[in-house]
């Protein structure tokens, strides 16, 4: 992704951020309201998590967009396990260590969040997702296989654009933010052809 369209998207991200921050801080109030109301109703605990996610994800967006957000070491297994917070399915993990990147550790994890998602959304019945950790040559190289069909040769070239989506219902936002988080951290995430079904693989500096 070159610099100028990093710019335009942290335009964007500038933009929304300011108008849905106000919107977001109610939402989020009124839903800790009515779990306090509702304390038993797994409904409402469930619209506060979410409310505080939208509203955390905004408030990123913001300060990553003015570059107030330091960067720091963070470990993969931190960002791999904030990512699947609340996602169903059978982890297989092969992790040969542990290695840190410089991140903004909960966007960094949205964006592997958003492979995860895509993942589930393209297994056929309980998904199995493969996830594999390894460096090469001062990189970071995540991997991420579902246990579908793989995505159709139609989309391949155009996955990470706008508007652009492999999965039924799917809007075609979450993989074109995914790469711009990405990008932001001086990374790249494509898809792996050659495979019976879709791997992801995110390449990140690794941090000494």
């Known amino acids: 992704m070159s610099s100028e369209a990093i710019d335009r998207l942290n335009l964007v991200a500038m933009a929304i951020g300011h108008e849905l921050r106000n919107d977001m801080l109610s939402i989020s109030m009124h839903a800790h309201l009515l ?4 304390p038993d109703d797994p409904s409402a605990a469930a619209l506060v998590r979410s409310a505080e996610r939208a509203r955390a ?5 913001v300060a990553l967009a003015r570059e107030t957000k330091a960067f720091e070491a963070v470990r993969i297994s931190s960002v791999i396990s904030s ?10 993990d092969h992790l040969v260590d542990d290695p840190s990147v410089r991140a903004h550790g909960s966007l960094l994890a949205r964006a592997i969040a958003t492979l995860y998602r895509n993942a589930i959304a393209m297994s056929q019945g309980r998904p199995t997702i493969t996830t594999r950790v390894s460096t090469r040559a001062n990189r970071v190289v995540i991997e991420i296989e579902d246990d579908g069909p793989g995505v159709a040769t139609s989309v391949m070239t ?3 654009e706008p508007l652009v989506s492999a999965r039924p219902g799917g809007t075609g936002i979450g993989l074109a933010m995914c790469k711009w988080i990405v990008a932001l951290h001086e990374g790249e995430v494509a898809l792996v052809q050659g495979q019976p079904h879709a791997v992801f693989r995110v390449d990140l500096p690794l941090l000494h």
Do not use: K, S, Y
Not at 35 to 38: E, H, V
Not at 83 to 92: F, G, K, P, Q, S
């Open 35 to 38: 779990a306090g109301r509702l």
């Open 57 to 61: 994800t905004v408030e990123d967006l």
């Open 83 to 92: 990512a699947r917070l609340e996602l169903n399915a059978i982890w297989i």
């Open 158 to 160: 155009t996955l990470f």
